[in-house]
């Protein structure tokens, strides 16, 4: 019978199966949740995890060619998703930044008169997005991918409807504020490459496309054509989408055996022991016991505290200095984000095709040893980009400097942050192997907080000091980003080992 094959022996290592050629059934890939042929962990089962029960009662996968095996999928099937997803990670950021160029109308719709609530219509949706994740990724572990896709999909379309419908500025705030595995490692790469890109085309994108739009149906057609394409998309990942987290896969097909024959014993290994509350409990819990932990973790999620309120302070300031120091109409104002769109491109671009050339030339110096500090060699380059993009652009257009020249120091700008962005998720990676996810979530939410706060100062800062020494208060501020640089290449090293994490 199918389901109750006994687990197989299996020597699996913690350490990245990144590059390597192996089936299935020898690929562990701990946190993404898919496990290996067999079992998801070594076969031993250790007091609390289901000591005494019988082997052969285990529920696993029927060999490398199993059918339901998220690695099996068919390529049809993985190309759909895969384009499903990556409109997802672009619609999303992009949902975040769109309104930004028509943030005016709403505040003369609404007859209110604040540079604080001006900003945090558009931070507060960045600022949600720290949360959300933090609910809706436990979750997924418990009840799968699908049903969290499915629901997320239809309460971002009904609170983006709602938006489109916002009566006042105050219900507009709270519908903003509500949004929020198929392939082994080896073969991520380039599908993530395109899911990566939404992050950074979908901030600029928006405005640009949402300046237009605004200017020539009004603000509230900003929301309706997102809820119109996420709609569309939510309706394919309904036809298309099927479940591909491994342990929710084998739990079900556990549930369906032991009822087809009648033996209360079978289950899948290390799922059915576990309550719901105590893997939601867990998983929102490692995040932050990492950053409690780890001199890394804290170190690297402040630092990207302060490039990603950066980005999203200018995404949210951009389009106002442009209206109002150059004159530039709304739809106009938009183009202004061409300039940082294209230093992210570059940033992204220069860690992508820089960072495992130089790892290697690395490890071939060094005897083949790998340091995760590899992956930081751009940190100080960026950290210098940053503030002289920012300088640039306040004075240049404080003195209403040709308006070319500020958008050229905004992808000065944009180059710094994206070869931080990058290099240090990369870091992250290397740094925690099997913990990578638990590390980027822990980073993601300090990261978002940052991201969502920090903007509530742009247009008063900008009002209050001026382009110029708004811009440079935010160019010293990231000046803080070249010791802890300096500090990570140097020690990093010595930090990792000395605070190692070796449980969760």
Known sequence: MRSSSPIRPSNISDASSIGDNRSPSQNADTESGVPQSGDQFPTKVSPGDGAGQHEEDVVGWDGDDDPEHPYNTPLWRIVINSILLSILGLLSPLASSILAPAVDQVMKEFQVESDLLESFVVSIYTLALAFGPMIWAPLSEIYGRLWIYHITNVAFIAFTVACAVAPSMSSLLGFRGSFAD?????????????????????????????????????????????????????????????????????????????????????????????????????????PFRLLIRSPISIMCALYMAIVYGILNLLITSISQVYQETYNFAPNISGLAYLGLGIGCMAGMTLVSTTADR?????????????????????????????????FTYGWTAQYQVHWIVPIIAEG?????????????????????????????????????????????????????????????????????????????????????????????
């Not at 071939?364 to 940053?386: C, D, Q, S, W």
């Not at 990792?496 to 070796?502: G, M, N, Q, S």
Request: aromatic share 12%; charged share 15%.
């Open 182 to 286: 198929m392939l082994p490692p080896e073969k991520r790469g380039v599908v993530m490459s395109f899911f990566i890109m939404g992050p950074i085309l979908g901030p600029i994108i928006g405005p640009i496309g949402g300046g237009f739009l605004a200017a020539k149906m009004g603000w509230r057609w900003v929301f309706w054509l997102v809820a119109i394409v996420a709609g569309f998309v939510a309706i394919m990942m309904l036809i298309f989408t099927k479940e591909t987290y491994g342990p929710v896969i084998l739990h079900r097909r556990a549930a369906r055996l032991r009822k087809e024959t009648g033996n209360p014993r079978l289950h899948a290994k290390n799922r059915d022991g576990l309550s719901p509350w105590a893997i939601l409990r867990h998983d929102i819990v490692r």
């Open 358 to 390: 130089y790892a290697a030339r690395q490890m071939k110096k060094n005897n083949g040893e790998r340091k995760p500090e590899y992956r930081i060699f751009l940190l100080p380059i960026g950290a210098v980009l940053l503030p002289a993009g920012l």
């Open 412 to 504: 000065i700008a944009g180059l710094g942050i994206m070869t931080m962005f990058f290099s240090t998720i990369l870091y992250l990676i290397d740094s925690f192997t099997i913990y990578a996810a638990s590390a980027l979530a822990a980073n993601g939410f300090i990261r978002s907080t940052g991201g969502g706060l920090l903007p509530l100062a742009g247009l008063t800062m900008y009002s209050n000091l001026g382009v110029g020494w708004g811009n440079s208060v935010l160019g010293f501020i990231s000046l803080a980003t070249f010791p802890i640089s300096l500090y990570l290449l140097k020690y990093g090293g010595y930090l990792r080992e000395r605070f190692a994490v070796k449980s969760l």
